[in-house]
């Protein structure tokens, strides 16, 4: 009986280490495949992104559809929200010269309707100066890891995909497709001195309102010499 008892023993010896192989074999495929799933939602993140860096920002429009899953949907997410944000930002920078009620601010509609003291065009030239105030400053912040960590923080995700996110916003967008602060500048002064040729040409005909008048849609000038101060600028 005891010899029984031994031999019962040594075989259960034997059939122990059978799990134990087959939890590692678990354990390894679950790893191997987990590491599979990240490499595979990190790499297709990089290509939204890169996509993004290619875009062309007067005609592009950003894909919103999400290609990632779980919280790495989540990254993307964010990320093609704040470059569509500052796309449309940086649209409207652009849009300022071709703003319609700008550009027929000497027309001959406005010139009889608001003339000759131009009020409403007058304070819709101070309402623009305002509104590229704002936006010259906001095109200016949000390519500062900063503002861009502020929507971050938003996602209420933890330091592993803070990381990836600041890779595609630094590392990617910063470098190869926000603007710098010189070039926002550059064009809001540009802007800045459009506006300011319109007010001014406002101004003189206000300041000449008993000069000047309008015979048959065409602006006529008591003087040569106010038609030339007109043209010229008009001409700047």
Same mark, same amino acid.
């Given at each position: 009986m005891a010899d029984k008892r031994k031999k019962k023993r040594k075989r259960r /010896? /034997?059939?122990?280490?059978?799990?134990?192989?087959?939890?590692?074999i678990i354990i390894a495929a679950a790893a191997f495949f987990g590491y599979r799933h990240v490499r595979g939602q990190v790499n297709t993140?990089?290509? &939204?992104?890169?996509?993004?860096?290619?875009?062309?920002?007067?005609?592009?429009?950003?894909?919103?559809?999400?290609?990632?899953?779980?919280?790495?949907?989540?990254v993307e997410e964010t990320v093609k929200t704040y470059v569509n944000d500052y796309m449309e930002d940086l649209r409207?920078?652009?849009?300022f010269r071709n703003d319609q009620r700008l550009t027929s601010m000497l027309g001959v509609t406005n010139l009889s309707e608001d003339g000759p003291q131009f009020k409403d065009s007058l304070m819709y030239?101070? &309402? /623009?100066?305002?509104?590229?105030?704002?936006?010259?400053?906001?095109? %200016?912040?949000m390519p500062k890891e900063s503002r861009m960590m502020e929507a971050f923080e938003e996602?209420?995700? %933890?330091?592993?995909?803070?990381?990836?996110?600041?890779?595609?916003?630094?590392?990617?967008?910063?470098?190869?497709?926000?603007y710098s602060?010189?070039?926002?500048?550059?064009?809001?002064? &540009?802007?800045?001195?459009?506006?300011?040729? /319109?007010?001014?040409?406002?101004?003189?005909?206000?300041?000449?309102?008993d000069s000047w008048s309008l015979k048959d849609g065409v602006l006529q000038f008591k003087s040569e010499e106010l038609l030339a101060a007109y043209q010229a600028l008009t001409s700047s």
């Amino acid at each position: 009986m005891a010899d029984k008892r031994k031999k019962k023993r040594k075989r259960r /010896k /034997k059939r122990s280490p059978v799990p134990a192989i087959i939890i590692i074999i678990i354990i390894a495929a679950a790893a191997f495949f987990g590491y599979r799933h990240v490499r595979g939602q990190v790499n297709t993140l990089r290509a &939204e992104t890169n996509k993004l860096i290619a875009l062309d920002i007067d005609n592009g429009a950003v894909d919103m559809k999400l290609y990632c899953t779980g919280n790495y949907a989540l990254v993307e997410e964010t990320v093609k929200t704040y470059v569509n944000d500052y796309m449309e930002d940086l649209r409207l920078l652009r849009g300022f010269r071709n703003d319609q009620r700008l550009t027929s601010m000497l027309g001959v509609t406005n010139l009889s309707e608001d003339g000759p003291q131009f009020k409403d065009s007058l304070m819709y030239i101070q &309402e /623009k100066r305002v509104a590229l105030y704002n936006l010259t400053n906001e095109l %200016k912040a949000m390519p500062k890891e900063s503002r861009m960590m502020e929507a971050f923080e938003e996602t209420g995700l %933890k330091r592993f995909f803070r990381d990836l996110y600041r890779e595609q916003m630094l590392e990617g967008l910063t470098e190869n497709y926000f603007y710098s602060e010189a070039a926002v500048d550059a064009a809001a002064a &540009e802007i800045t001195s459009y506006l300011e040729s /319109k007010e001014a040409v406002l101004q003189f005909l206000k300041e000449n309102s008993d000069s000047w008048s309008l015979k048959d849609g065409v602006l006529q000038f008591k003087s040569e010499e106010l038609l030339a101060a007109y043209q010229a600028l008009t001409s700047s």
